[in-house]
């Protein structure tokens, strides 16, 4: 199993100075120990001497992502903290859970409990509804366990004494030991954690939204604990790993992916699983242009785009922030459109109420003919008479269909793994995707985002291109684009080098919206008064979550303002 090591030597005097320290606490940290005494305990026993006491944040803002020693507390989900604990040496910082179980032994306690609950395993086992099982479980350490001090006359009771605080530290870790993920459980009710690695013997790292890398408190001190947990993972997401069937890729009950490798016969530091948070709630746009990803302009040409059934790819490395600006952007399409999302693992979110989800399938052992895979699903997706399609990531032969798709008339967005547009048109026209040249031109956008270091050291997430697919020459066998917007990474400015100059939106765009060929130059001021209509929202009106802009731009569209 893994161990909680905690980077700090617990302070053994702090308890007699338990009136002081309050005093030093901030209002919102005094306020959130005095609601939790495992809190309170906590912050009781950290080195304040060395580290000052913690800030508290009920909601962290991301600007402290620039502080250089972070120290400072948090909420997570059901009653649970987080602790972000500074390193001195500047390398990685501490993510510390802060659990019911922290700073108090239960171990002899727990054994005695599970001892007792072996005898109802087979009866735990049978319920497959979680609720039903935690109510069981509950009613199962309450009939073992008393907090009573024992009278003259209850001597010899069966009962397990314990106090409030180790009845509320028991039911915790079995519940999250026996119904979450264990020592994950944790980290999976932290929405600002992206995602969670454990490279094998050692501690599990965090990707933090907020923090960047951090290092966890959880250690797995041998390969056989990390065995054991690949093995006790694969279980509990009934997608068992063996020595035969070393590789398990699968989604987790709230949508997140992990991928485990079991054994050292193919990963030298043995066995080691990644699990990549699902995002929940997506980013609007205006959020993402608060971060600086974008601006008002791009937001406002790409809404245009979008809403005139174009096709995009939204183009980068992993990890660059693809499929956020997707789900971002899908709030441009019509509030009527009819939607069809395609995908490996759900991550895709749309905000309209006609959306057909669909995932792919993978068969195992006698069953591997049951596969559906997204070539399949794109496919059937053309004849359900979608509005758009929207493929979670084009990787190979799916291309094809998705680019009938396109002649056909269906509207398609993707994701696709590539570093520029050169890179991107390579990869579709070369094997093993094979688009004929002359296909092209019906992907009409290709949005180039990236993860990149700013000039202040920070890193940060970006829109480095926005470009117009015009079309293939084969007397010079040569394609043709158009950078409508590019990033600036020396003054981290978005330039619009298409301003009266863009392809798409005179000869498309302005088409569509029957602007005559002589006043087409009069879309540029539509893209710019649409801009500032969503600066005004997002300033002024305080717009900013994902439905929330949604449904003002379904009302706008409805009173003919768009």
Request: some cysteine; aromatic content about 8%.
């Amino acid at each position: 199993m893994a161990h909680s090591v905690l980077p700090f030597l617990a302070d053994e005097t702090a308890p007699s100075r338990n009136a002081a320290l309050a005093r030093s606490m901030s209002p919102e940290l005094r306020q959130a120990c005095e609601d939790s005494d495992f809190l309170s305990d906590y912050v009781m026993s950290l080195p304040l001497s060395e580290i000052g006491m913690p800030e508290y944040y009920a909601d962290p803002p991301r600007s402290l992502g620039g502080m250089e020693t972070p120290n400072l507390i948090y909420p997570t989900q059901e009653g649970l903290f987080t602790h972000i604990y500074p390193d001195p040496n500047g390398a990685r910082h501490h993510y510390i859970c802060v659990e019911p179980i922290v700073g108090i032994d239960i171990n002899k306690l727990l054994a005695r409990i599970e001892e007792r609950l072996t005898v109802y395993a087979e009866q735990i086992g049978r319920i497959e509804d979680k609720d039903e099982k935690r109510e069981l479980i509950l009613n199962l350490i309450d009939r073992f366990c008393t907090t009573r001090p024992a009278s003259p006359d209850e001597r010899r009771s069966n009962q397990i004494r314990v106090t409030e605080r180790e009845l509320r530290a028991v039911r915790y870790q079995i519940l999250r030991d026996k119904i979450g993920l264990g020592v994950l459980q944790p980290l999976l009710l932290d929405p600002f954690i992206e995602d969670i690695s454990c490279s094998g013997v050692g501690h599990i790292f965090i990707e933090h939204k907020i923090f960047g890398s951090v290092q966890s408190s959880i250690v797995f001190k041998t390969h056989e604990e990390v065995d054991d947990f690949a093995v006790s993972l694969g279980e509990w997401i009934k997608s068992p790993v063996t020595v035969r069937s070393p590789l398990v890729d699968a989604v987790l009950p709230d949508g997140s992916r992990i991928n485990i490798v079991y054994g050292r016969e193919i990963s030298k530091r043995g066995s080691n699983f990644t699990i990549r948070r699902f995002g929940g709630k997506p980013l609007s746009i205006l959020e993402l242009i608060s971060f600086g990803s974008c601006n008002y302009m791009i937001a406002s040409y790409l809404s245009f785009m979008l809403e005139e059934h174009l096709n995009m790819f939204v183009v980068g490395a992993t990890a660059s922030g693809k499929t956020t600006l997707l789900n971002a952007l899908n709030t441009f399409i019509k509030p009527d459109a009819k939607i069809v999302t395609i995908e490996d693992t759900p991550e895709v979110v749309v905000p309209h109420h006609n959306w057909v989800q669909e995932t792919t399938r993978q068969g195992s052992g006698d069953n591997k003919g049951s596969d559906v895979g997204m070539f399949e699903l794109l496919k059937a997706a053309l004849r359900q008479r979608p509005d758009r399609i929207i493929v979670g990531e084009i990787r190979s032969v799916e291309a094809v269909v998705a680019f009938q798709a396109m002649q056909t008339g269906h509207g398609v967005i993707s994701t696709f793994h590539a570093a520029s547009v050169e890179k991107l048109i390579q990869r579709l026209t070369g094997d093993p995707i094979n688009i004929p040249k002359t296909y092209i031109d019906n992907l009409n956008l290709a949005v180039i985002q990236s993860a990149v270091r700013l000039t202040n050291g920070k890193s940060a997430r970006r829109i480095l291109s926005v470009n117009e697919i015009i079309g293939y020459d084969p007397t010079s066998n040569s394609f043709s684009f158009l950078e409508a917007f590019r990033w600036n990474p020396e003054t981290d400015v978005f330039e619009f080098p298409g301003y009266m100059n863009s392809y798409l939106l005179e000869n498309v765009i302005a088409v569509k919206r029957g602007i005559p060929p002589r006043k087409r130059r009069q879309i540029y001021d539509e893209v710019k008064q649409r801009a500032r209509i969503f600066e005004k929202l997002h300033k002024e009106k305080g717009v900013t979550d994902f439905y929330d802009f949604f449904k003002v731009l379904a009302e706008a569209r409805k009173q003919g303002l768009f």
